[in-house]
C-alpha cells in the first residue's frame, strides 16, 4: 500500500520555477523537450522517495510526453535553454537538492527523444492519454497518485533494470 500523499498547495516555497532553475543550474544548455522529461522525473521520484510533490504544478500527458503548462508557457518557441530566470534555487531544501541530483545523474544522460520514448512505455502516461493519437496534444492530468503508486511499485521490482542498463534499439 502506498503511504499517504502529502498534498502541494499553491503556497509551497517550491514552485516548477525553483525546480528549473536548479536543474539547468547543474546540466547547462539543454532541450526544453528534454527539461520538461527531467522535470517529470524529479516529481515522480520526490513522490516516491520523499513522499510528498517537489512543486504543486499540474503534469499533463501531451502527445510528446508528459508537460508542465506552467514551464511551456515561458519556453515555448524555444528549442533550448540555459537559464531561468522565473525560480531560485535557494528555495530547495538540502533534501529537494539530493532528489534532484539523483534524477540529473539517472536520467541527464538521455536525450529528450529516449526520455519521451521511456514515458510513454510507462503506464501512468498511458493512462492520462487514454485513446488519445499522439497527433493530439490534449489536456489530460497525470495525477500524482497514479505517480506514486506506479513508480513505488516499479522501484520495488528489482528484477527491472537501472536506466544506465537499458539497451535502446
Known amino acids: 500500500m502506498t503511504p499517504a500523499l502529502k498534498e502541494a498547495s499553491p503556497t ?15 546540466t547547462g544548455k539543454i532541450s526544453v523537450w528534454k527539461l520538461q522529461k527531467l522535470v517529470y522525473y524529479a516529481q515522480v521520484w520526490s513522490l516516491v522517495w520523499d513522499d510528498a510533490p ?17 514551464l511551456y508557457e515561458f519556453h515555448k518557441g524555444q528549442f533550448s535553454i540555459s ?3 522565473r525560480g531560485k534555487r535557494s528555495h530547495l531544501t538540502s533534501e529537494q537538492k539530493e532528489t534532484l541530483d539523483e534524477i540529473i545523474a539517472s536520467y541527464g544522460p538521455l536525450d529528450g527523444w529516449h526520455l519521451s520514448r521511456l514515458v510513454q512505455c510507462e503506464l501512468p502516461w498511458k493512462e492520462a492519454r487514454g485513446d488519445l493519437p499522439i497527433s493530439i496534444r490534449g489536456h489530460q492530468e497525470i495525477k500524482p497518485v497514479t505517480l506514486q503508486e506506479y513508480y513505488t511499485a516499479l522501484s520495488a521490482d528489482d528484477s527491472l533494470p ?8
Request: proline letters at 5%; charged letters at 20%.
Open 162 to 169: 537501472s536506466i544506465g542498463e537499458i539497451v535502446w534499439e
Open 54 to 70: 517537489l512543486f504543486p504544478e499540474k503534469i499533463y500527458a501531451w502527445g510528446n510526453g508528459p508537460c508542465v503548462e506552467a
Open 12 to 26: 509551497t516555497a517550491v514552485s516548477v520555477h525553483d525546480v528549473v532553475a536548479y536543474i539547468l543550474s547543474k
Open 83 to 85: 537559464t531561468w530566470r
